[in-house]
């Protein structure tokens, strides 16, 4: 007598852990001063709460591309989402 019910079960809870495991990249980390980023990686977003963005923005620090001496970083200014925490 076989059981199919359970390897599905085994299948659905892999895909929630994988699932939850990238959840947990995909969030950016954020800083008061962008002096306070330390060892930028290739890909990494970070969000800067300086106040140089307009209303309702917030400025995002990327590590873009890879050069001869280190990771170039791109800065723009994107869309708050949420409320403002402290």
Same mark, same amino acid.
């Given at each position: 007598?076989?059981?199919?019910?359970?390897?599905?079960?085994?299948?659905?809870?892999?895909?929630?852990?994988?699932? =939850?495991?990238?959840? @947990?990249?995909?969030?950016?980390?954020?800083?008061?001063?962008?002096?306070?980023?330390?060892?930028?990686?290739?890909?990494?977003?970070?969000?800067?709460?300086?106040?140089?963005?307009?209303?309702? @923005?917030?400025?995002?620090?990327?590590?873009?591309?890879?050069?001869?001496?280190?990771?170039?970083?791109?800065?723009? =200014?994107?869309?708050?989402?949420?409320?403002?925490?402290?």
């Amino acid at each position: 007598m076989t059981r199919p019910h359970i390897g599905r079960c085994w299948i659905g809870l892999a895909a929630c852990l994988a699932l =939850c495991a990238l959840a @947990q990249t995909a969030t950016a980390q954020t800083v008061a001063r962008e002096q306070d980023i330390v060892g930028l990686r290739l890909g990494q977003r970070i969000l800067v709460d300086d106040g140089s963005c307009p209303a309702g @923005q917030i400025k995002e620090v990327k590590g873009s591309r890879m050069t001869a001496s280190g990771i170039v970083a791109v800065k723009k =200014c994107i869309p708050r989402s949420g409320t403002k925490t402290r």
